[in-house]
């Protein structure tokens, strides 16, 4: 088969609006392959760490984003997949903030995004793939099928970022991952390659107030509709 005729649904938007747990549920529902894409920049971010790469050395960081030994474990019942570095479970180790930081960092290189293009691309397979991220129906996948780009304000955004980290022991100020928010927001809406915008052709959901299973009812109507033409 094609990777022409394989489908592709993206779900993009910024931080904190749900993308990561209603693109898993989608691709579980669809039993569709998933790709996690903002795993891949923190993913280099850890892996730069341990490697004692700076956050500012293009040409190590490229060659590290083209060659770092990454897997990621699906497993059948719709947890997230277990991410692997070089061996080792980091599954939670990239969701700390201080990764979420330098992936934002690193995200910025021009050189990087292309040397994760590929990457990105290598997912797609039968019989259809979700992918998350910002750029994924702008960039990486512009002729998916179906795209959805989810925002919420960035109160309620860092709200739930704020009860995810306290329910794993993080503690962390409200006030901070407010600031935090707008600034990741602002990194990534105004940097020259990639910046967070919805594709022309995608479907803006704001899911502020909405519950998971709410916004994930909405996004399987609008993937139903969207197939079935
Ligand atoms: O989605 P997640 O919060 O894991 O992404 C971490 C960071 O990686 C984002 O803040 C963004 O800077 C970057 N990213 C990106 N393009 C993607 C996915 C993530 O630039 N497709």
């Not at 904190?16 to 691709?27: D, E, F, N, S, V």
């Amino acid at each position: 088969m094609n990777n022409k005729d394989i489908n592709v649904i993206t779900v993009d938007g910024p931080s904190g609006t749900g993308k990561g747990t209603i693109g898993q549920l989608l691709a579980q529902r669809l039993g569709y392959h998933y790709l996690d894409s903002g795993a891949l920049y923190r993913l280099l971010a850890l892996a730069a760490m341990r490697h004692k790469v700076p956050l500012d050395n293009v040409d190590a960081l490229t060659v590290l984003a083209g060659h770092m030994d990454i897997s990621f474990e699906m497993n059948c019942d719709g947890d997230a997949p277990v991410v692997i570095l070089e061996g080792e479970d980091v599954s939670s180790t990239i969701r700390t903030e201080e990764m979420a930081v330098g992936a934002s960092t690193v995200a910025v290189i021009p050189e990087v995004r292309q040397a994760l293009l590929g990457r990105q691309r290598a997912f797609v397979d039968s019989p259809g793939l979700v992918a998350d991220g910002r750029d994924m129906g702008t960039v990486v996948f512009p002729d998916a099928r179906v795209k959805i780009f989810l925002t919420a304000s960035p109160e309620e955004r860092a709200d739930r970022r704020y009860k995810q980290l306290m329910d794993k022991g993080e503690s962390v100020s409200l006030a901070a991952l407010v600031e935090s928010v707008r600034t990741r927001d602002e990194r990534d809406s105004n940097r020259q390659v990639s910046p967070l915008r919805p594709a022309a052709d995608a479907i803006v959901l704001d899911t502020t107030g909405m519950t998971i299973s709410q916004v994930l009812d909405r996004a399987c109507v609008i993937v139903s509709e969207i197939l079935s033409r």
